[in-house]
Protein backbone atom coordinates (compact mmCIF):
# COMPACT_ATOMS: atom_id res chain seq x y z
CA UNK A 1 0.00 0.00 0.00
CA UNK A 2 2.61 2.39 0.86
CA UNK A 3 4.25 2.28 -2.10
CA UNK A 4 0.61 2.90 -3.94
CA UNK A 5 -0.34 6.26 -5.99
CA UNK A 6 -3.94 6.92 -6.82
CA UNK A 7 -4.34 7.62 -10.42
CA UNK A 8 -7.26 9.38 -11.74
CA UNK A 9 -9.42 8.21 -15.11
CA UNK A 10 -11.62 11.58 -15.64
CA UNK A 11 -14.24 10.51 -17.36
CA UNK A 12 -16.62 13.18 -17.14
CA UNK A 13 -15.56 13.76 -21.42
CA UNK A 14 -17.65 10.26 -21.97
CA UNK A 15 -20.05 9.04 -19.26
CA UNK A 16 -20.92 12.92 -18.59
CA UNK A 17 -21.14 14.48 -21.91
CA UNK A 18 -23.18 11.57 -22.98
CA UNK A 19 -25.88 12.44 -20.24
CA UNK A 20 -26.35 15.51 -21.83
CA UNK A 21 -29.09 15.42 -24.12
CA UNK A 22 -28.46 19.54 -25.39
CA UNK A 23 -25.03 19.27 -28.40
CA UNK A 24 -22.11 20.60 -26.60
CA UNK A 25 -19.99 22.64 -28.92
CA UNK A 26 -16.91 20.06 -30.34
CA UNK A 27 -14.52 23.34 -29.48
CA UNK A 28 -15.92 23.45 -25.96
CA UNK A 29 -15.62 19.55 -25.09
CA UNK A 30 -11.86 19.93 -26.61
CA UNK A 31 -11.08 23.13 -24.33
CA UNK A 32 -12.53 21.27 -21.54
CA UNK A 33 -10.53 17.69 -22.00
CA UNK A 34 -7.27 19.92 -22.11
CA UNK A 35 -7.88 21.76 -19.27
CA UNK A 36 -8.20 18.36 -17.53
CA UNK A 37 -4.95 17.63 -18.44
CA UNK A 38 -3.22 20.91 -17.82
CA UNK A 39 -4.86 20.17 -14.37
CA UNK A 40 -2.98 17.27 -14.04
CA UNK A 41 -5.48 14.33 -14.63
CA UNK A 42 -3.15 11.13 -15.56
CA UNK A 43 -6.06 9.76 -17.55
CA UNK A 44 -8.88 11.01 -19.69
CA UNK A 45 -11.68 8.89 -21.13
CA UNK A 46 -12.82 11.32 -24.02
CA UNK A 47 -15.40 9.41 -25.33
CA UNK A 48 -17.23 6.77 -27.33
CA UNK A 49 -16.83 5.31 -31.27
CA UNK A 50 -20.29 4.83 -31.13
CA UNK A 51 -23.38 5.08 -33.66
CA UNK A 52 -24.00 8.74 -33.79
CA UNK A 53 -27.58 7.44 -34.44
CA UNK A 54 -27.57 5.80 -31.08
CA UNK A 55 -25.54 8.85 -28.83
CA UNK A 56 -25.34 11.98 -31.07
CA UNK A 57 -23.42 13.66 -28.52
CA UNK A 58 -20.47 11.27 -29.50
CA UNK A 59 -20.82 11.92 -33.20
CA UNK A 60 -17.77 14.27 -33.23
CA UNK A 61 -15.20 11.71 -31.52
CA UNK A 62 -12.59 11.85 -34.15
CA UNK A 63 -12.00 15.41 -34.22
CA UNK A 64 -12.26 15.25 -30.61
CA UNK A 65 -9.04 12.74 -30.71
CA UNK A 66 -7.48 14.33 -33.11
CA UNK A 67 -7.21 17.52 -30.98
CA UNK A 68 -6.23 16.02 -27.80
CA UNK A 69 -3.82 13.49 -29.21
CA UNK A 70 -0.20 14.25 -28.28
CA UNK A 71 -0.88 15.91 -24.50
CA UNK A 72 1.19 14.13 -21.88
CA UNK A 73 -2.51 11.89 -20.49
CA UNK A 74 -3.19 9.03 -21.64
CA UNK A 75 -6.50 8.68 -23.28
CA UNK A 76 -9.15 6.18 -23.46
CA UNK A 77 -12.67 5.56 -25.54
CA UNK A 78 -15.23 3.27 -25.02
CA UNK A 79 -15.74 0.88 -27.88
CA UNK A 80 -18.99 -1.25 -27.92
CA UNK A 81 -18.02 -4.01 -30.93
CA UNK A 82 -15.11 -4.32 -32.81
CA UNK A 83 -16.30 -1.56 -35.90
CA UNK A 84 -16.24 0.88 -32.55
CA UNK A 85 -12.61 0.08 -32.07
CA UNK A 86 -11.17 0.49 -35.35
CA UNK A 87 -12.82 3.77 -35.49
CA UNK A 88 -10.92 4.54 -32.17
CA UNK A 89 -7.74 2.81 -33.50
CA UNK A 90 -7.82 4.97 -36.98
CA UNK A 91 -8.56 8.06 -35.20
CA UNK A 92 -5.15 7.69 -32.90
CA UNK A 93 -6.48 6.52 -29.36
CA UNK A 94 -4.80 3.01 -28.57
CA UNK A 95 -6.43 2.25 -25.17
CA UNK A 96 -10.03 0.70 -25.64
CA UNK A 97 -12.99 0.43 -23.04
CA UNK A 98 -15.47 -2.14 -23.29
CA UNK A 99 -18.05 -2.76 -21.37
CA UNK A 100 -20.53 -5.52 -20.24
CA UNK A 101 -23.04 -6.13 -17.21
CA UNK A 102 -22.91 -8.58 -14.60
CA UNK A 103 -26.93 -8.52 -14.69
CA UNK A 104 -28.30 -10.48 -17.93
CA UNK A 105 -31.66 -7.86 -17.88
CA UNK A 106 -29.04 -4.28 -17.58
CA UNK A 107 -27.05 -6.02 -20.27
CA UNK A 108 -29.71 -6.44 -22.27
CA UNK A 109 -31.05 -3.23 -21.94
CA UNK A 110 -27.82 -1.37 -22.12
CA UNK A 111 -26.07 -3.07 -25.24
CA UNK A 112 -29.29 -4.94 -26.40
CA UNK A 113 -27.52 -8.56 -26.18
CA UNK A 114 -27.04 -11.16 -23.44
CA UNK A 115 -24.27 -11.52 -21.32
CA UNK A 116 -22.85 -14.33 -23.05
CA UNK A 117 -22.59 -12.56 -26.37
CA UNK A 118 -21.30 -9.58 -24.82
CA UNK A 119 -18.15 -11.68 -23.88
CA UNK A 120 -18.14 -13.49 -27.24
CA UNK A 121 -17.44 -9.68 -28.87
CA UNK A 122 -14.87 -8.80 -25.58
CA UNK A 123 -12.84 -11.73 -27.13
CA UNK A 124 -13.90 -10.64 -31.04
CA UNK A 125 -12.16 -6.66 -29.63
CA UNK A 126 -9.55 -8.08 -27.72
CA UNK A 127 -8.60 -10.17 -31.09
CA UNK A 128 -8.51 -7.25 -33.38
CA UNK A 129 -5.90 -5.18 -31.47
CA UNK A 130 -2.32 -4.37 -32.12
CA UNK A 131 0.21 -5.25 -29.58
CA UNK A 132 0.79 -2.29 -28.34
CA UNK A 133 -2.99 -1.08 -27.82
CA UNK A 134 -4.49 -1.04 -24.17
CA UNK A 135 -7.70 -2.83 -23.00
CA UNK A 136 -10.05 -2.49 -20.19
CA UNK A 137 -13.16 -4.37 -19.54
CA UNK A 138 -15.84 -2.63 -17.64
CA UNK A 139 -17.45 -4.46 -15.25
CA UNK A 140 -21.06 -2.80 -14.76
CA UNK A 141 -23.58 -4.01 -12.50
CA UNK A 142 -20.97 -5.26 -10.36
CA UNK A 143 -22.74 -4.20 -7.36
CA UNK A 144 -26.19 -3.56 -7.82
CA UNK A 145 -28.65 -3.73 -10.87
CA UNK A 146 -31.12 -0.96 -11.15
CA UNK A 147 -33.42 -4.02 -12.81
CA UNK A 148 -32.31 -7.02 -10.55
CA UNK A 149 -31.18 -5.77 -7.10
CA UNK A 150 -28.39 -6.72 -5.70
CA UNK A 151 -26.06 -8.70 -7.21
CA UNK A 152 -24.71 -11.79 -5.99
CA UNK A 153 -20.87 -11.83 -5.30
CA UNK A 154 -20.89 -15.19 -6.83
CA UNK A 155 -21.94 -13.68 -10.29
CA UNK A 156 -19.46 -10.83 -10.01
CA UNK A 157 -16.92 -13.06 -9.56
CA UNK A 158 -17.73 -15.94 -12.29
CA UNK A 159 -17.98 -12.88 -14.53
CA UNK A 160 -14.43 -11.52 -13.39
CA UNK A 161 -13.01 -15.25 -13.97
CA UNK A 162 -14.54 -15.11 -17.24
CA UNK A 163 -12.82 -11.75 -18.60
CA UNK A 164 -9.31 -12.33 -17.08
CA UNK A 165 -9.52 -15.84 -19.05
CA UNK A 166 -10.61 -13.79 -22.32
CA UNK A 167 -7.95 -11.13 -21.61
CA UNK A 168 -4.99 -12.35 -19.31
CA UNK A 169 -3.42 -8.66 -19.18
CA UNK A 170 -6.41 -6.11 -19.63
CA UNK A 171 -7.66 -3.74 -16.67
CA UNK A 172 -10.82 -4.88 -15.08
CA UNK A 173 -13.04 -2.16 -13.76
CA UNK A 174 -16.00 -3.34 -10.86
CA UNK A 175 -18.38 -0.48 -11.82
CA UNK A 176 -21.03 0.32 -9.23
CA UNK A 177 -23.25 1.72 -11.79
CA UNK A 178 -26.63 2.75 -9.54
CA UNK A 179 -24.15 3.94 -6.41
CA UNK A 180 -26.17 1.60 -4.30
CA UNK A 181 -23.02 0.07 -3.14
CA UNK A 182 -21.37 0.35 0.62
CA UNK A 183 -17.62 0.63 1.36
CA UNK A 184 -17.52 -2.97 2.92
CA UNK A 185 -19.10 -4.50 -0.20
CA UNK A 186 -16.92 -2.78 -2.30
CA UNK A 187 -13.67 -3.57 -0.41
CA UNK A 188 -14.64 -7.48 -0.20
CA UNK A 189 -15.72 -7.82 -3.77
CA UNK A 190 -12.55 -6.47 -4.73
CA UNK A 191 -10.57 -8.85 -2.67
CA UNK A 192 -12.29 -11.67 -3.50
CA UNK A 193 -11.78 -10.58 -7.07
CA UNK A 194 -8.14 -10.32 -6.59
CA UNK A 195 -8.00 -13.57 -5.06
CA UNK A 196 -8.75 -16.06 -8.36
CA UNK A 197 -5.89 -16.90 -9.83
CA UNK A 198 -6.89 -16.46 -13.08
CA UNK A 199 -6.72 -12.36 -12.55
CA UNK A 200 -3.08 -12.53 -11.37
CA UNK A 201 -1.89 -10.22 -14.08
CA UNK A 202 -4.96 -8.37 -14.26
CA UNK A 203 -4.85 -4.60 -13.23
CA UNK A 204 -7.83 -3.17 -11.01
CA UNK A 205 -10.31 -0.07 -11.44
CA UNK A 206 -13.05 1.46 -9.69
CA UNK A 207 -16.08 2.87 -11.03
CA UNK A 208 -18.30 4.93 -8.69
CA UNK A 209 -21.70 6.48 -8.50
CA UNK A 210 -22.07 9.24 -6.12
CA UNK A 211 -26.11 8.95 -5.98
CA UNK A 212 -26.20 8.02 -2.24
CA UNK A 213 -23.45 9.88 -0.92
CA UNK A 214 -21.19 7.09 -0.76
CA UNK A 215 -18.75 7.69 -3.97
CA UNK A 216 -15.79 8.78 -2.02
CA UNK A 217 -15.90 6.29 0.80
CA UNK A 218 -16.44 3.37 -1.86
CA UNK A 219 -13.19 4.30 -3.68
CA UNK A 220 -11.33 4.71 -0.59
CA UNK A 221 -12.49 0.96 0.20
CA UNK A 222 -11.39 0.12 -2.98
CA UNK A 223 -8.27 2.01 -2.55
CA UNK A 224 -8.09 -0.21 0.88
CA UNK A 225 -7.85 -3.64 -1.27
CA UNK A 226 -5.03 -2.65 -2.95
CA UNK A 227 -6.82 -0.97 -6.42
CA UNK A 228 -5.52 1.97 -7.42
CA UNK A 229 -6.89 3.45 -10.15
CA UNK A 230 -10.54 5.44 -9.94
CA UNK A 231 -12.80 6.91 -12.77
CA UNK A 232 -14.25 10.36 -11.22
CA UNK A 233 -16.07 13.02 -13.03
CA UNK A 234 -15.45 16.67 -13.06
CA UNK A 235 -18.44 18.45 -11.10
CA UNK A 236 -19.74 14.80 -10.70
CA UNK A 237 -21.24 14.91 -14.18
CA UNK A 238 -23.51 12.24 -15.19
CA UNK A 239 -26.37 10.76 -13.67
CA UNK A 240 -27.59 7.06 -14.42
CA UNK A 241 -30.85 6.76 -16.48
CA UNK A 242 -32.13 3.75 -14.23
CA UNK A 243 -31.81 5.16 -10.92
CA UNK A 244 -33.91 8.65 -10.00
CA UNK A 245 -32.30 11.21 -8.42
CA UNK A 246 -29.19 10.70 -9.06
CA UNK A 247 -26.18 12.58 -8.90
CA UNK A 248 -24.04 10.74 -11.69
CA UNK A 249 -20.41 10.15 -10.81
CA UNK A 250 -18.02 10.37 -8.12
CA UNK A 251 -16.29 13.89 -8.43
CA UNK A 252 -12.99 13.90 -9.17
CA UNK A 253 -12.63 17.33 -6.87
CA UNK A 254 -14.23 15.34 -3.61
CA UNK A 255 -11.52 12.51 -4.12
CA UNK A 256 -8.25 14.54 -4.85
CA UNK A 257 -9.46 16.30 -1.76
CA UNK A 258 -9.74 12.94 0.41
CA UNK A 259 -6.83 11.81 -1.12
CA UNK A 260 -4.99 14.94 -0.90
CA UNK A 261 -5.76 14.81 3.09
CA UNK A 262 -4.62 11.77 3.25
CA UNK A 263 -1.04 12.52 1.87
CA UNK A 264 -1.64 10.87 -1.14
CA UNK A 265 -0.45 12.77 -3.75
CA UNK A 266 -2.93 11.87 -7.38
CA UNK A 267 -0.67 14.86 -9.47
CA UNK A 268 -3.39 17.24 -9.91
CA UNK A 269 -3.74 20.83 -8.96
CA UNK A 270 -6.95 21.17 -7.11
CA UNK A 271 -7.56 24.66 -7.99
CA UNK A 272 -7.33 24.29 -11.08
CA UNK A 273 -9.33 21.27 -11.40
CA UNK A 274 -12.41 23.16 -9.38
CA UNK A 275 -12.49 26.04 -12.24
CA UNK A 276 -12.42 23.01 -14.44
CA UNK A 277 -15.46 21.82 -12.87
CA UNK A 278 -17.34 24.91 -12.76
CA UNK A 279 -17.29 25.09 -16.52
CA UNK A 280 -18.24 21.94 -16.46
CA UNK A 281 -20.95 22.55 -14.43
CA UNK A 282 -22.64 25.35 -16.42
CA UNK A 283 -23.21 23.32 -19.45
CA UNK A 284 -27.18 23.71 -20.16
CA UNK A 285 -28.52 20.53 -19.15
CA UNK A 286 -25.83 18.25 -17.50
CA UNK A 287 -26.46 16.97 -13.71
CA UNK A 288 -24.00 18.05 -11.50
CA UNK A 289 -22.89 16.83 -7.66
CA UNK A 290 -20.33 16.40 -5.81
CA UNK A 291 -19.75 18.72 -2.47
CA UNK A 292 -16.43 20.80 -2.87
CA UNK A 293 -17.05 22.95 -5.69
CA UNK A 294 -20.11 24.11 -3.44
CA UNK A 295 -18.59 24.57 -0.13
CA UNK A 296 -19.42 28.08 1.25
CA UNK A 297 -15.63 29.13 1.87
CA UNK A 298 -12.25 30.13 0.05
CA UNK A 299 -12.15 27.19 -1.93
CA UNK A 300 -8.21 28.18 -2.82
CA UNK A 301 -7.32 26.73 0.52
CA UNK A 302 -8.25 23.36 -1.06
CA UNK A 303 -5.16 23.95 -3.04
Same mark, same amino acid.
Given at each position: M???? %?????V?P?D?? @?S?? *?? =? ?6 ? =? ?6 ? !? ?12 R #? /?? @??A???? =?A? *?? $? ?9 ? %?? /?? +?????L?? !?I ?7 S ?8 ? /?? @? !??? @? ?32 ? /?????? =??A???? *???V %? ?9 ? +???N %??V ?14 ? #? ?5 ? !????? &????A ?10 C ?11 CPF *?P +? ?11 F #???? &?????G ?5 L ?22 ? $??R??F?
Open positions: KDMR %PIICEARGF @QIA *AP =IATDEKIA =IILDLIAA !GCPRVEIGSFVSP #A /VP @QMDMAE =IA *AV $RGTPARLSALV %PN /VR +GAENAAA !GDELVYVFVSEAHNRNN /VR @Q !GVD @QSLEGLAQVAAALPGEARLRVAVATAFDCPFEGT /VPQAAV =IEVRRV *AVL %PGAEIALCDTT +GRA %PFVGERFRAAMALPETA #ANGWAFH !GHDTY &GQGVNALAAWGAGVVFDTAAAGLGG *A +GATGNTATEDLV #AFNE &GGHDTIDLRALAVADRIANLPGGVTGGHLRIVP $RDAAG
